[in-house]
């Protein structure tokens, strides 16, 4: 079975600053990797997805995620963190059994 | 074009008893799939439903149960609450036939208190 670690559970940036939540499964086939964040209160919203093709995904709100095979990660960055970025993320994953699978999640807040 | 709705956003129970949560998925998506929300567990996927058949199954106790009507609508059902089975329960549809390859939409959960 497939499985996600998200490696911090909090992290905190300054507003303008780079955000790096790292994400790193396991899966005995070349997975369907995803992105999605919480905002308060509310359910969660797709920010990118990767099946097959460009290692480089860019999602909405200025995110982007790197697919490495060799590395088995699937990174989400964004250049510049608004205060409006301050949710929880999280990385799942979805294998052969087409379950999808969610990191514990890691949430960010942005000092103004 | 609504969202997923789930109803009821609230609820409190009592041990032993049963819960019914019901999910109105997106127009046109057909398949609906349930996620159960703790800070402990994290998201944990329950179950999956595409035109009325269950097509996947999490590792919860049978005390879980859904199902899926016609018109894509879905409910899911907890007998004999316990009170580890508070949580924020999560619907997602998505309009492919599998919705681990394709893009979630997310309702904004039933928070179910059991006492």
């Known amino acids: 079975a497939q499985s996600v670690t998200q490696l911090g559970s909090h992290v905190s940036v300054s507003e303008g600053a780079l955000v790096l939540l790292r994400c790193n499964y396991s899966?005995?086939?070349?997975?369907?990797l995803f992105w999605y964040v919480q905002y308060p209160n509310q359910g969660l919203q797709l920010l990118l997805k990767?099946?097959?093709?460009?290692?480089l995904v860019k999602g909405i709100n200025g995110f982007e995620a790197e697919f490495k095979k060799s590395e088995t990660s699937f990174h989400l960055t964004k250049p510049s963190a608004h205060m409006s970025d301050a949710a929880e993320y999280f990385c799942?994953?979805?294998?052969?059994?087409?379950?999808?699978?969610f990191g514990a999640g890691t949430t960010v807040t942005v000092r103004a | 074009k609504a969202g997923v709705t789930q109803t009821p956003r609230y609820l409190i129970k009592t041990r032993g008893q049963q819960v019914t949560l019901s999910c109105s998925p997106i127009s046109g998506h057909r398949s609906v799939s349930w996620y159960q929300q703790t800070p402990g567990q994290g998201l944990q996927f329950l179950f999956e439903?595409?035109?009325?058949?269950?097509?996947n199954k999490g590792n919860f106790p049978g005390r879980f149960s859904g199902r899926q009507f016609s018109n894509s609508r879905s409910e899911m059902n907890v007998s004999t609450l316990e009170l580890g089975d508070s949580a924020l329960y999560l619907c997602?549809?998505?309009?492919?036939?599998?919705?681990?390859?394709?893009?979630?939409?997310f309702g904004e959960g039933s928070r179910l208190t059991v006492l």
């Open positions: 997602a549809s998505s309009r492919g036939q599998t919705a681990s390859t394709g893009e979630l939409f």
């Open positions: 439903y595409f035109s009325e058949t269950q097509r």
């Open positions: 899966s005995s086939v070349p997975p369907y």
């Open positions: 799942a994953v979805s294998g052969p059994d087409y379950k999808l699978s």
């Open positions: 990767y099946t097959t093709g460009a290692t």
